[in-house]
């Protein structure tokens, strides 16, 4: 293997100056590439341009939160008419009733909520028609 000595350092050649040797860029050893300058005028934590683009606008609002006053309303009047219609036939108009003002101010619900009172009202009644026929009749096997 043959080595040859680097071209003239003559400092008053310049082609000398001008090229590296074997071909190097000037201040990158190894044929490493340069890293690219960095914008001027940035502010700290700005991502440069050909970066990732912000996400896209969503035209569907978000969705509304639920109103548990009126599926709490709706249950209370779905159960009322199997068993202890007295206590959860006035729970579920009371429910119904709050739910229903939520409703009206923007939260989801109103359609439960009306049903929630419907079925309350239907239980109270269920009640007052076994109450009437227990008591005049008395309650027969």
């Given at each position: 293997?043959?080595f ?8 008053s050649d ?5 090229q590296?040797?074997y071909?190097q860029?000037q201040?990158?050893p ?5 890293y ?5 005028g940035?502010?700290y ?9 912000p996400?896209p606008y ?5 969705p509304?939160?639920?109103n ?5 309303a ?9 068993i202890?219609?007295?206590i959860?036939?006035?729970?579920a ?9 939520r409703?009206?101010?923007g939260?989801s619900?109103g359609?439960?909520a ?5 079925l309350g009202?239907?239980?109270v009644a269920?009640?007052?028609?076994l109450l009437?026929v227990?008591?005049n009749?008395g309650?027969?096997?």
């Amino acid at each position: 293997m043959t080595f040859y000595p680097p071209p003239s350092q003559d400092p008053s050649d310049p082609q000398a100056q001008q090229q590296q040797p074997y071909g190097q860029p000037q201040g990158q050893p190894y044929g490493q590439q340069p890293y690219p300058p960095q914008p001027q005028g940035q502010a700290y934590g700005q991502q440069p341009y050909g970066s990732m683009p912000p996400p896209p606008y969503n035209p569907y609002p978000a969705p509304q939160s639920g109103n548990g006053l009126a599926v709490a309303a709706l249950v209370c009047g779905l159960v009322g008419l199997l068993i202890f219609n007295i206590i959860l036939g006035p729970l579920a108009i009371v429910f119904g009733a709050i739910g229903r003002g939520r409703a009206n101010r923007g939260a989801s619900g109103g359609g439960m909520a009306l049903a929630g009172i419907i079925l309350g009202v239907v239980d109270v009644a269920l009640f007052i028609i076994l109450l009437a026929v227990i008591t005049n009749r008395g309650f027969v096997y």
